[in-house]
């Protein structure tokens, strides 16, 4: 009956959906008011016909990111996606996905790990009053050790700007394979990522030295690849921490703000609450052990040795 209550949307669930019970959340296709159509219709059709429309990127998942992160003003949106492609050219993006390698992945991950690392939520959850299976989120885990980081052995093995090329390469990886496969597996668009971010340790002279990739790395987030954070957890955050986090506050918008959970060191539960302890590493409180260390793993839909483990399971 409740469902009956709410308004239709103005556009159709994205192909694919396998998901029974997913619902999207608002500004997403399947949940478009009328004026939010129009917008993305607008969009769409002024990006053609100034030529600027790029259809083997461009499809309207992506074309309502941006229009949710300027709140559906056509204009607004338009403008950071042209200011995005102009950026896409200028740092050199199509030429980083097919040449860029980072041999130095293995010695780097021991002075500042950085990676990505199964999803959260991926099993059937409590069934509901309805008896229908609560939505799942699925999304990729990115977990960051910015208190193990060793800034003069890390820029002795590699550079701010290979770091920040590595991050564009991850970054698109992660909205080419990482998300698609997640959707697939989970059985409903997957846009976003649930990111865990580690001060265990942090030398807050160590941040100063290296705040500038740190402001480079969130503008590119925010500002390239808009609403692509989902959960943001802060965790074991020091008492100084916010002499660092006025720094950074700064340098996001509300909305991303708003995403993200500051915790101390009693965080356990909290993430166990959004990640299954079999994805989350063993050092944050989960069981996973992957061979050779979770942060090398690559471990995840997107990786074809997940779907070999998921179909041996009984």
Known sequence: MADALQPASASQLPPGVTDPSYK??????????I???HALEK????LQQ???????????????RFLRARRFDVEKAKAMLLAC????????????????????KAEVDKYYPQYYHKIDKDRPRLMTLTGARASQDGRPVYIEQLGKLDIG???????PERQLKRLVYEYEKNTNERMPACSRV???PVETSCTILDLNGVSISNFYRVKDYVMQASSVGQDRYPESMGKFYIIN???????????IKPWLDEVTVSKIDILGRDYKGKLLAQIPADNLPKEFGGKCQCPGGCSLSDAGPWNPAWEQASAEKP
């Open 43 to 46: 969009l769409k059709k002024e």
């Open 85 to 104: 492609e102009q950026w896409r050219k200028d740092f050199g993006v199509d030429d980083i996905l097919k040449n860029f390698e980072f041999p130095e």
């Open 153 to 159: 052995k890390l820029y002795a093995i590699t550079t």
């Open 186 to 188: 989970i059985g409903h």
């Open 35 to 37: 004026p939010q159509q």
């Open 237 to 247: 955050a020091p008492w100084a921490f916010s002499a660092v986090w006025s720094i």
């Open 24 to 33: 999207p959340l608002p500004g997403r296709l399947g949940n478009l008011t």
């Open 50 to 64: 100034s030529g600027d429309f790029v259809p083997e990127r461009h499809d309207d998942a992506l074309l309502l």
